[in-house]
């Protein structure tokens, strides 16, 4: 049996969230392995899912059904593809956050450090930056900000001199060039939990992750009816914070604005106080819903 390109964490709770209507219009901005989107299209009537990825290999995934269209791009461009398929409004949006266990597994596209394989990280294969083309080309300042800001490492600054320090004679390609260069700034203890972190800066980099997260969330809830759903999994602490606070207080900053009456000037109240976090059970099956965390909030 083929290994599956993805398990959804929090599968159920997400799509409880989305409170959805038989006859309502909803958006899946993370198809992926389709899982969130069967589980919507199991709930709806005459309803409508339009579902978004950038990546080429999720097309495979896509269901039959008339009820289902698929739009094969970055979702910071949610709001251009739903006028272009006549959506002026929707009930709901989903996003999951998380990396594909399909991407983690490809050794070929580069998101992980357990494979060889060129540094590419790219979610959609025909942009132009790879992680290599970050490593061979940016300064060193400007890596060292990445990593400390995307990956919050304390050696942020010795990484990326050192880095600087290697391209000039040899110029990264590989995973194995990079781990040569990353090992001995990290306790063996450490090790895993460290590479993983400079991973993610390197791929949140070469995707525009926290600018596109941004863009994503403000279309959504223009594009959300009175009560319509903004349902988003995070899994590191940078978007949950922005996830956070933008679902508190309509910016990114976390500070609520009010108007000259007092009303607060937010778009979306909290349904949940808190994240939903998976329970012991999920985790035991599906480890990496460990990180996950469930936001959701109703357009007022």
């Given at each position: ?56 290999d ?6 039959s ?5 698929f ?30 266990f ?5 050794a ?75 090992k ?6 450490k ?110």
């Amino acid at each position: 049996m083929a290994d599956p390109y993805h398990i959804p964490a929090l599968l159920i709770p997400s799509v409880d969230g989305l409170n959805i209507r038989p006859d309502g219009v909803y958006v899946d901005v993370t198809f992926g392995g389709g899982g969130h989107s069967r589980e919507i299209l199991r709930r709806l009537g005459a309803g409508k899912l339009i579902a978004f990825d950038q990546d080429e290999d999720a097309v495979a995934n896509c269901p039959s059904d008339p009820r289902f269209v698929f739009v094969r791009s970055n979702f910071r461009y949610l709001t251009n593809f739903l006028r272009y398929h006549n959506v002026d409004a929707v009930d709901g949006v989903l996003a999951d956050l998380g990396v594909s266990f399909h991407h983690f597994d490809q050794a070929e596209r580069g998101f992980s450090f357990r494979f060889d394989g060129r540094l590419d990280m790219r979610m959609n294969r025909q942009a132009a930056k790879t992680a290599a083309a970050v490593l061979n080309t940016y300064s060193e300042e400007r890596l060292a900000d990445i990593f400390y800001f995307y990956g919050e490492l304390r050696e942020a600054r010795k990484i990326a001199r050192k880095i600087c320090q290697t391209r000039n004679e040899n110029p990264f390609e590989t995973i194995a060039q990079l781990l040569e260069v990353l090992k001995p700034f990290f306790f063996k203890e450490k090790e895993k939990k460290e590479m993983a972190k400079v991973f993610q800066a390197l791929r949140i980099e070469v995707n525009d992750e926290m600018e596109t997260l941004k863009i994503m969330l403000q279309q959504a809830v223009s594009m959300l009816k009175p009560h319509g759903r903004l349902v988003v999994l995070t899994y590191h602490s940078l978007e949950d914070r922005l996830v956070k606070n933008f679902m508190k207080t309509g910016n990114f900053e976390g500070k609520l604005e009010k108007d000259f009456y007092g009303n607060p000037l937010c778009d979306l109240k909290l349904i949940n106080s808190k994240a939903i976090v998976a329970d012991a059970a999920e985790v035991e099956a599906n480890p990496r819903s460990r990180s996950a965390k469930l936001r959701i909030a109703e357009k007022k």
